[in-house]
């Protein structure tokens, strides 16, 4: 993984946007500090771009997986705020600065915090198709990027919730003497409960002289109401049509990507779940949208908390609203 070298406490951001006191940060969401782009001290952006990130964290990645880029034949790139709009387009960006073979492909995905479910899944039937051995996926947020010093007060709770950074993770198909990896993916897709919206930046809304006030002035507007109803029917039902209505199907351990902690930890509550059978980084790195659930992963990998054999229910929701879940055997 790879988080901005900048890193902000919840009195930071108070002092910065003037409003709430740092314990109602946590007490509402789970974060005590994020790291941005965004210097909420000096009011500028710091020069480190998500592209820097994508690279140091797929980087470290290929060093845990013992691997070179060369062994590669995808790479699977999920972005909600990527550095360019467009073009040039940030997986073959990534591909360019990784220095990867002709032949490795290279593709964007466009989504939050359940792209990386979406990608898992695209990447996992690459490698049982045989198109791949070993496919390299990288999520990345910096939703700070789109800070302003005259935009403060809009934006306190964006800056409050979420977090930028970048995680990176290989899957490859291995032989094993016990079945292990990703079983059968249950995916959805219900745009009619979508949460985000942004106007300008694609090709309904171009900037243009005449606009240029309200181009300045614009930035992702959430509906922070929606989450936490988002959140409890979406994991419900998931975890429901992959272990089965009484969850008969049981796991070790039950991950999702990092939305609002608070809110999640009540809902392992009403599933009568144990916290210690969850894994929680948000404290830490606060929402970080598309790299939420593979920061997660990664520090729950290297937290050494999986024992061999062990099975998790992986959950994922975010914008779109996308949503996924699978179980995954460690191997």
């Known amino acids: 993984m790879a988080l901005p070298p900048l890193a902000f406490t919840n009195e930071d951001i108070c002092q910065w946007h003037g409003r709430r006191d740092p314990s109602w940060i946590y007490?509402?969401?789970?974060?005590?500090?994020?790291?941005?782009?965004?210097?909420?001290?000096?009011?500028?952006?710091?020069?480190?771009?998500?592209?820097?990130?994508?690279?140091?964290?797929?980087?470290?990645?290929?060093?845990?997986?013992?691997?070179?880029?060369?062994?590669?034949?995808?790479?699977?790139?999920?972005?909600?705020?990527?550095?360019?709009?467009?073009?040039?387009?940030?997986?073959?960006?990534?591909?360019?600065?990784?220095?990867?073979?002709?032949?490795?492909?290279?593709?964007?995905?466009?989504?939050?915090?359940?792209?990386?479910?979406?990608?898992?899944?695209?990447?996992?039937?690459?490698?049982?198709?045989?198109?791949?051995?070993?496919?390299?996926?990288?999520?990345?947020?910096?939703?700070?990027?789109?800070?302003?010093?005259?935009?403060?007060?809009?934006?306190?709770?964006?800056?409050?919730?979420?977090?930028?950074?970048?995680?990176?993770?290989?899957?490859?198909?291995?032989?094993?003497?016990?079945?292990?990896?990703?079983?059968?993916?249950?995916?959805?897709?219900?745009?009619?409960?979508?949460?985000?919206?942004?106007?300008?930046g694609g090709s309904k809304h171009v900037p243009t002289p005449e606009n240029i006030a309200e181009v300045l002035e614009d930035y992702y507007v959430v509906d922070y109401r929606m989450v936490p109803g988002n959140l409890n029917a979406t994991f419900t039902r998931l975890r429901g049509e992959i272990l089965g209505p009484k969850g008969s199907q049981d796991t070790n351990w039950t991950l999702f990507n990092m939305s609002n902690a608070q809110v999640q930890r009540r809902w392992l509550q009403g599933m009568e779940i144990p916290e210690e059978k969850s894994f929680f980084n948000m404290e830490h790195h606060g929402n970080c949208a598309a790299a939420s659930l593979g920061l997660v992963l990664n520090d729950f990998l290297h937290s050494g908390l999986p024992k061999p054999g062990d099975t998790a229910l992986i959950l994922g929701v975010g914008s779109g609203l996308q949503s996924g879940g699978v179980i995954y055997r460690f191997p």
């Open 27 to 200: 007490d509402t969401f789970g974060v005590r500090t994020r790291h941005t782009r965004y210097d909420y001290k000096k009011d500028r952006l710091d020069d480190i771009d998500e592209d820097d990130l994508t690279v140091e964290a797929s980087r470290r990645a290929l060093k845990d997986a013992g691997l070179d880029i060369r062994d590669i034949q995808a790479i699977i790139y999920v972005s909600f705020t990527p550095t360019h709009q467009g073009a040039p387009d940030g997986a073959c960006t990534l591909h360019k600065r990784l220095g990867a073979p002709l032949h490795t492909m290279a593709l964007s995905h466009m989504s939050a915090c359940a792209g990386v479910i979406n990608a898992l899944m695209l990447g996992t039937a690459l490698i049982r198709s045989g198109q791949a051995r070993n496919v390299l996926i990288c999520g990345a947020s910096t939703l700070s990027s789109f800070c302003k010093p005259e935009l403060k007060k809009r934006l306190w709770l964006q800056a409050t919730i979420f977090g930028d950074g970048a995680a990176a993770l290989v899957l490859s198909g291995e032989n094993t003497a016990e079945p292990c990896g990703f079983s059968a993916f249950h995916m959805a897709t219900e745009p009619h409960r979508d949460i985000a919206v942004k106007k300008f």
